[in-house]
């Protein structure tokens, strides 16, 4: 399994756009890279995923290089109910078992 | 059901006693996690269900845990005597698995909120 190496926590002000990288430099080619985000007292649910160079939902962008050796999971104009915990997880889905790291704390001020 | 269900939702029992969480996954998902969360930790990975394959065991950190699940259908997470130091969420996932190419998204219940007195 492609090991994922996340910063352990990050600050930001509300409006401001943050950025959060994560490593995975034994990505195989089959694998997708997925985020996560968990609320205080939630279980974590999908956020968005990607393949290669970026993907844009209504929540989020998420950036990969050709290389797809790391993803940066990009939140706009963050708002205090950004503050979360963010998860990077890699994996060609299937029979294979995907299993979540420590995670991102972002922490959103006024 | 609509979504992944667990029971119960908060449990509280005293350090020695055996507890029994359930979780219902959703319906015709293959694979089914358990994970622990500690307060303010993250997710650490218990034990996983793919159909009717054996089950990875690797993350359970003592005998004293042990997790059953029936096909594609129920699982029940077992701690026996149990100690201060398993209080936690237990969080339980499932999958839909063999999306081929695809990741498919874990779907997790609500938790188990256990608390060892």
């Known amino acids: 399994l492609a090991k994922t190496t996340q910063p352990i926590s990050m600050d930001s002000y509300e409006g401001q756009e943050v950025n959060i990288t994560c490593s995975h430099n034994?990505?195989?080619?089959?694998?997708?890279i997925t985020w996560y985000q968990q609320f205080p007292s939630q279980g974590p649910r999908f956020i968005i995923q990607?393949?290669?160079t970026k993907v844009t939902n209504e929540v989020a962008s998420l950036f990969i290089p050709a290389d797809r050796k790391s993803s940066t999971l990009s939140l706009p104009r963050v708002s205090l109910s950004d503050t979360a915990v963010y998860y990077c997880?890699?994996?060609?889905?299937?029979?294979?078992?995907?299993?979540f790291g420590t995670g991102t704390r972002l922490l959103v001020s006024p | 059901g609509a979504g992944v269900s667990q029971s119960p939702s908060n449990k509280v029992t005293e350090k020695g006693k055996d507890v029994e969480l359930r979780c219902d996954p959703i319906s015709g998902h293959t694979a089914l996690y358990w994970y622990r969360q500690r307060l303010g930790q993250g997710l650490e990975f218990l034990i996983y269900f793919q159909g009717n394959s054996a089950p990875d065991k690797s993350g359970l950190p003592s005998d004293r845990f042990s997790a059953e699940r029936t096909g594609e259908s129920v699982s029940t997470l077992t701690i026996q005597r149990t100690q201060q130091e398993d209080s936690a969420v237990y969080l339980c996932a499932s999958q839909y698995g063999g999306s081929g190419g695809l990741t498919d998204t874990q779907y997790f219940g609500p938790g188990t909120r256990l608390t060892v007195l």
């Open positions: 997880l890699v994996g060609d889905g299937g029979f294979q078992k995907l299993v």
């Open positions: 990607g393949y290669k």
């Open positions: 034994n990505i195989a080619t089959n694998d997708y």
